[in-house]
């Protein structure tokens, strides 16, 4: 039998709960893969909020996980979103050039679109590419889509 830790009580048991998902999805997020290119799935879009400490508000977050398809890293999942892992505002453009590409290269020009597209296209296959680039000795990992390889499954 586990041994119970000091100062574990029911509602501290109830927040950590309320966490698990959030770590189950950041397990991938520091993994991206090396630059080149990438057959991928589309898996369920996920959204949070976050504190702009900067600007002082709340903002929110938008993060895609894709899988990899074949090749040695076949099963892997990273996200859309390159070396930050999520969407935010100052990121919103590069989602919705995704959400373009997902939507047969019709334009979508705004954020609430781009979710409802990427969403409605979960399982749906993607071409994408790795890329890096450094920027004042930091480097940075961008994750490109190409193209519309083979659109979501219909649902029953």
Known sequence: MAQEIEGMSGTFRDLVG???????????????????????????????????RRANRT????????????????????PLGGSRGVFTPAGFGYLGAAASVVANGEPVMDFGTALEVLGANEGA????????????????????????????????
């Open 59 to 78: 903002e929110p977050w938008v993060r895609v996980p894709v899988t990899i398809m074949d090749g040695p890293h076949a099963g892997k999942e990273f």
């Open 125 to 156: 296959i993607l071409l994408v590419r790795v890329s890096e680039r450094e920027v004042e000795g930091r480097k940075y990992t961008n994750v490109r889509v190409v193209q519309l390889v083979a659109g979501a499954a219909p649902t029953a």
């Open 18 to 52: 309320k966490f698990n998902e959030e770590y189950r999805d950041r397990q991938y997020t520091d993994w991206l893969p090396e630059p080149g290119d990438y057959t991928v799935a589309v898996g369920r879009v996920k959204v949070g909020q976050f504190v702009n």
